[in-house]
Nanobody, 126 residues
Framework: QVQLVESGGGLVQSGGSLRLSCAASGLILDNYAVAWFRQAPEKEREGVSCISSPDENTSYDDSVKGRFTISRDNAKNTVYLQMNNLQPEDAGLYYC???????????????????WGQGTQVTVSP
């Protein structure tokens, strides 16, 4: 059974940093592209970043370029999202997702991903 578990969310002041983790079980995450999505209240879920496999090509939404970094630790079967200079508009429930989507031409739509975690909440105070 495939399971993705996000962690690392929390409350941070504007300009602060958080590192989100996405730990996988039931599949070898290194074999798949992994994406981060987020959903703010009353808004649609949107793609934030993805990382391909095995070349680790990365894609970012324009709103987070230069502030967020996605990376892998294959030994831990985990993908991270380092988020710096967080702003109130970055707040939301952050999900990681994986599947057969390759992340070679952008983050893609959420329908392209087969497995999802439960999400971790990020709150940014002004």
């Amino acid at each position: 059974q495939v399971q993705l578990v996000e962690s690392g969310g929390g409350l941070v002041q504007s300009g602060g940093s958080l590192r989100l983790s996405c730990a996988a079980s039931g599949l070898i995450l290194d074999n798949y592209a992994v994406a981060w999505f987020r959903q703010a209240p009353e808004k649609e879920r949107e793609g934030v970043s993805c990382i391909s496999s095995p070349d680790e090509n990365t894609s970012y939404d324009d709103s987070v370029k230069g502030r967020f970094t996605i990376s892998r630790d294959n030994a831990k079967n985990t993908v991270y999202l380092q988020m710096n200079n967080l702003q109130p508009e970055d707040a939301g429930l952050y999900y990681c997702a994986t599947g057969l989507y390759l992340c070679l031409a952008g983050i893609g739509l959420e329908e392209a991903y087969d497995y999802w975690g439960q999400g971790t909440q990020v709150t940014v105070s002004p």
